[in-house]
């Protein structure tokens, strides 16, 4: 081999060997922590042809392995908070979820799913959207069928709230609530069916997106305050630090006596599921008028399931003291007030909230 030949071959190998050293490394996974609640997405069946079964039958580490493409996806972590049917969902299962969802968010997590039952979701992911204190991607996930039944829902709704979570995209739209190929915004997420897999929409806004193989098509924004933008926080505090907050239920002919002996029984805060646009009966709103003259505060929002419920229309609310509960459903108007009587008694100061959240 000539000099020059030698010279040329040695020159090709440094360039080679610096090519390898600045090379980037291979783009690392999203990490992803799925914390399990419990709920139907694990609920297991004593005979595939009966209704019945049990929610959180199967760990975490179940439902993981029931998806092995969810290693395609993300590192994944297991670990589970509860294994509870939602219909249980309660004050220390939220204040312990919302603890360990900001302290995985703290850390290189890029995205946390949570396993729960379809019928209180939307009810946890509001609490959340208002709690979390990360803009990273916080997706609520269930099922509809069990896991033992034919044609469990469950795996590919599982592997779209990885898919989802590990999106960047998904940061700071606050939590999202998925499900049958849908995306929607924990504010407007409402379980309208009692059994149909495409239970879950939201009237008022429209849905947050869709899911399609494994890829997020968002349709909107989340305009509303949320998570980091959200002035609510419950780090330290116990079940007995949140205000009760009850919700009436209107219906023809209602009386007075329900709303006196929550009054009687110490609330601070009575949400009144209305009919229309949040009214009732002449006896209801005068207990609740007496109620509010008493320091609790009333709010009004409509059992209908979708459609905003404004100030001093067909109830003079400046007379009475109450807020309007805008576009949130009982349910959720009842978390927003809850954590805004720990901030505040003042309706003014409430109705603000209902303004912005």
Known sequence: MSLTSRRRSTFALVA?????????????????????TGGTIAGAQASTAEAGYKSGSFSVDDLIKAVPQLKDLADISGEQVANIGSQTMNHEVWLKLAKRVNEVLKGKTDGV???????????????????????????????MRPATAIGADGPANLYDAVALAANPDARGRGPLVVLNDEVHYAREAQKT???????????NRGRAGVMNTGKTYFFSQNTTRHTTKSEFSVDGKEPKDLPRVAIVYSYANLGREEIDALVGQGVKGIVLAGVGDGNSTDAAIAALADAAKKGVAVVRSTRTGSGLVVRNVEVDDDKLGFIAGMELS????????????????????????????
């Open 16 to 36: 080679l060997a610096a090519s390898l050293v600045a090379a980037p490394p291979a783009h690392a996974k999203p990490k992803i922590a799925i914390l399990a």
């Open 113 to 143: 799913v949570i396993t729960h039952g379809t019928d209180t979701m939307e009810e946890t992911a509001y609490f959340l959207s208002l709690v979390v204190k990360s803009d990273k991607p916080v997706v609520l996930v269930g099922s």
């Open 193 to 203: 069916n009692s059994t149909a897999l495409d239970t879950f929409k939201s009237p």
């Open 330 to 357: 009982p349910q959720k108007a009842r978390i927003l007030l809850m954590l805004g009587l720990m901030k505040t008694q003042d309706p003014k100061a409430l109705q603000k909230l209902f303004l912005e959240y």
